[in-house]
């Protein structure tokens, strides 16, 4: 099986050095990640200047972008062959609830689900790489274990399995303390604290993005709730942002407007 890494803390970050040394035990392994940190970068794609790729003395490509450019550039003729999986981390720190509209670890991962490879984002839930060994053998677990329904895919199986996109969230913890795996769904986050400004040697006010709020829904089945009980969280997520629920309403709403509109003269 062919497995292409990438993240959104660079290619030198321990995360992706310590997944990439798991889960060459078990797969073809390639790297091709962002040069410099990029968390926060979500889906974005560079559009308007060049990008580079060059070689890292341990065989990590490295690129001058983002972290879907990685793998779009990867998937659309650097590596010359369509890998089995992409997988995206570890990352710096948690990945919950609204963090994965915003993240970049997450973003990558989705930019493989979008060409239709099945696809992990994986994070620890603190920052500071403790027990990083220990998470990316979880990681490597987990792969393993997905193996045969991936080999499936790769072979065309009937019926068709889909891809699929999974959020996995792992506890700072050695491996005897992580009580397990749970499937959860997104838990939410209050309102991100407020901006920072200070000034700069210049006089110029400069601002700086404030820290995420705490959890505001970190209830039993959230992702939240399951890595504060020791678990491993896997989220499966997908990219529809419709609100199917609402489509009649809206609909209905609208229709009613455009009718009430073409009753209002014209000018009044």
Request: charged letters at 15%.
């Amino acid at each position: 099986m062919k497995i292409l890494i990438c993240n959104d803390d660079g290619y030198q970050a321990t995360g992706i050095v310590a997944l990439y040394e798991a889960l060459k035990e078990i797969a073809d392994v390639e790297v091709v990640a962002p040069e410099q940190n990029n968390s926060a970068k979500s889906n974005a794609l560079t559009l308007h200047s060049p990008m580079y790729v060059q070689t890292a003395a341990n065989g990590f490509r490295y690129i001058n972008g983002t972290p879907a450019d990685c793998v779009h550039i990867a998937l659309t003729g650097l590596l010359g062959y369509r890998p089995d999986l992409v997988v995206s981390g570890i990352n710096n720190g948690a990945n919950m609830g609204d963090d994965t509209i915003y993240s970049g670890t997450v973003g990558a991962a989705m930019e493989g689900y979008l060409f239709g490879i099945p696809a992990i984002a994986f994070s620890q839930t603190e920052k500071g790489w403790a027990y990083i060994d220990a998470a990316a053998a979880r990681a490597r677990d987990m792969v393993a274990q997905l193996l045969p329904s991936l080999e499936q895919m790769a072979e065309g199986a009937t019926p068709k399995v889909a891809p699929w996109l999974l959020n996995v969230n792992i506890p700072n913890l050695p491996d005897e303390l992580i009580q397990g795996c749970k499937i959860a769904r997104l838990g939410r986050r209050h309102a991100a604290e407020r901006v920072i400004m200070q000034t700069s040697p210049r006089g110029e006010t400069m601002y700086w993005i404030g820290g995420a709020g705490p959890a505001k829904d970190e209830g039993e089945g959230t992702d939240f709730h399951a890595t504060q009980q020791r678990f491993v969280s896997i989220t499966p997520l997908q990219v529809d942002l419709t609100d199917h629920e609402r489509l009649p309403y809206w609909a209905q709403t609208w229709a009613q407007s455009a009718a009430a509109a073409a009753l209002t003269p014209a000018g009044s």
